[in-house]
């Protein structure tokens, strides 16, 4: 199977010609500016040191910083991080933020580490990184296993060792720390707005669609509790211990509340509900309307593609179908809403901290809503136009809008490789 990064390159070249990207640029949109690598040491509890493959990719800043989340997973490498890098670039000129795109990992096993450990790992991460951070360079956020008390731990190590104060160079931070409201849930919700709107917008929607969410962390819970409060149908829901099933729908916030007590949704049960135990292979193959793959990339395959039934794929999680098995699924009929605007909701909130961190402001909910809202309507209207008009699928759309805003950028001078 194709790295997520040869994924990532083959649908930037789904659009080279299309826009007439000149060589140059092209050959800049391709490779990130910059990736750097690190091995870091950690004290683990038994007081040996441990080291980690760590990684930051900073892939383009001709909009704004770099930006762009922190993820610590046993996969995590050079060209994972370079592709979901890339991706955000995508992702924030798709929303017309000013920002551009960057990505970090560690390569290690969280479940085996201690509160402690997790803390020093992540201030290792976080001293080793520090001169490519800053609210003005490189804006780093949670992702996989990541959280804002990891964001929280890597903002005091760096404050404490350059001795300043600047809460914009980490979003998705506690509230306490200048953390803006909604952003927890924002990934999810905007996932939501970006599937309600679109199909409203097609004139597809109707009431009770049902809708299969694989993964269920940050994003799938929260896409699938808003979607549930409109009145979509939540029929199966998975982790990576196995997925369960009901055709009469699940309340997610019960779901999520039996999984925080018992570790897995294994068992789980509601009064009235029929629940059915499944692996995650056969919730892919379930046939509902919509079908969220809210985990890791490459879940739909080549391998996998050919038992899929649904009418739409929405992308919460960063790169979930490979190319080929999208060229198949389109020829389909399957309707996919790429990543780059279907998961963006994060990223906009994420602006919206950084925003309020820097004019020392701090909005209500109700006002962060409202902004990401419009803010993801509009992106979304964007697209349904270029579809209509150009007669293109929706990645390639996508793609279109959101290549031609960074190539603009780069025509107009944008972007300065800064020198460490
Ligand atoms: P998370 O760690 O909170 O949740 C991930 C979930 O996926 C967990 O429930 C885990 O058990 C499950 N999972 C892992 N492997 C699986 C498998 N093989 N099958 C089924 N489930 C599996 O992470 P998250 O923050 O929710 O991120 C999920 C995806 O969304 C990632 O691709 C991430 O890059 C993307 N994303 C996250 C954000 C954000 O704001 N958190 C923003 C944009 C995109």
Redesign the pocket.
Known sequence: MNSPYENAVEQLELVRELLNIPDEIYKRLKTPDRVIEKRIKVLMDDGRTEEFEAFRSQHNNSRGPYKG?I?FHKDVSREEVMA?SMWMTWKCAMLDLPLGGGKGGVKVEVVNLSVAELERLSRAYAAEFKEYFGSEIDIP?????TDGRVMAWMLDEIEKIKGIKDPGMFT?KPLELGGSLGRIE??GFGGFIVLDSYLKGIGDFHEGMSVAV???????YWFAQKAYEAGYKIVAL????GAIYSSSGFDPAQVLAYKNEKGSMKGYFEDGVKVVEMS?EDLLGLDVDILAP????N?ITIQNYNNIKVSYILE?????TTPDAEERLLEKGVKIVP?VIA??G??TVSYFEWVQNRTDEIWSLDRVNEMLVKQMKNAVQQLIDVVRDMGLDLRKATYLLAVKKVVEAIENGGGIAKEF
């Not at 694989?214 to 799938?220: K, S, T």
């Open positions: 989340g993820r979901l956020a949670p992702d996989v296993n998705g924002a990934t694989q993964g269920f962390g940050n994003v799938g998975s982790d990576s211990k995650n809210a985990a890791l990339e879940s919460l999680a960063n790169g979930p990543d998961n963006a994060g990223v």
